[in-house]
């Protein structure tokens, strides 16, 4: 079974632009989770979306936004990027209804200059 | 709010020698607890998982943890260390809901740098 897929895997913007970012789950998976990794803040939570619905939120401003698909995946934007926005970006995906064990793809990595 | 503390940013250990990696979780319930690895560049590998029951949980890799409730630990153990074990560790809390189900946050400690020395 293939496991998460983020694309693309790494990412240069400049600041003001706006990016999107994908992600897969795996096959069967219909919860997705995202979450922001950067050196001084760790890995915080962004958002996590379930049957196309927004379940969960993090504390984050409204340019970081997200959707989900009917085939579970799901995007992710950042509109108007700021110098802070460079991190890595991990989608993980879960099973509904278990203990949800989440599962995590390798990242995107976004740069902005 | 849940939040996990983990003590040690870097920690560095000969190959061969024993580990422990230490996590400190603050949560009002039973929290379910994992333990996350990861490699430059890469994304997070769960090691292992606590839910309920048995509080000695085994992972992959030769890892181990043990889920202590009056300490609100949950420590990462391993017995002989490998120079590819040298990776960042992260342990997470997550949130149970009614009916045994969790929600879709994982809080994160700031991990936990691991250095093997050969």
């Known amino acids: 079974k293939a496991g998460v897929t983020q694309t693309p895997r790494y990412l240069i913007k400049t600041r003001g632009q706006q990016v999107t970012l994908s992600c897969s789950p795996i096959?069967?998976?219909?919860?997705v989770s995202w979450y922001q990794q950067t050196p001084g803040q760790g890995l915080q939570f962004l958002f996590e979306y379930f049957s196309e619905t927004q379940r969960n939120k993090g504390n984050f401003p409204g340019r970081f936004s997200g959707r989900q698909f009917s085939n579970s995946r799901s995007e992710m934007n950042v509109s108007t990027l700021e110098l802070g926005d460079s991190a890595l970006y991990l989608c993980?995906?879960?099973?509904?209804?278990?203990?949800?064990?989440?599962?995590f793809g390798a990242g995107t990595r976004l740069s902005v200059l | 709010a849940q939040s996990v503390t983990q003590p040690d940013i870097h920690i560095t250990v000969s190959e061969g020698a024993s580990l422990e990696l230490r996590c400190n979780y603050s949560?009002?319930?039973?929290?379910?607890l994992f333990w996350y690895v990861q490699s430059p560049g890469q994304g997070l590998q769960l090691l292992l998982k606590y839910f309920s029951g048995d509080t000695l949980v085994q992972g992959i890799k030769g890892f181990e943890a043990e889920f202590k409730r009056s300490q609100s630990s949950f420590n990462l153990r391993k017995p002989s260390v490998h120079w590819s074990d040298a990776a960042e560790y992260f342990c997470?809390?997550?949130?149970?809901?009614?009916?045994?189900?969790?929600?879709?946050?994982?809080?994160f400690g700031q991990g936990t740098i691991l250095t093997v020395h050969p």
């Open positions: 993980a995906s879960s099973q509904q209804g278990g203990k949800n064990i989440q599962y």
């Open positions: 997470a809390v997550g949130a149970a809901r009614a009916g045994g189900t969790s929600y879709g946050k994982l809080t």
């Open positions: 096959s069967g998976h219909r919860s």
């Open positions: 949560y009002g319930a039973t929290p379910y």
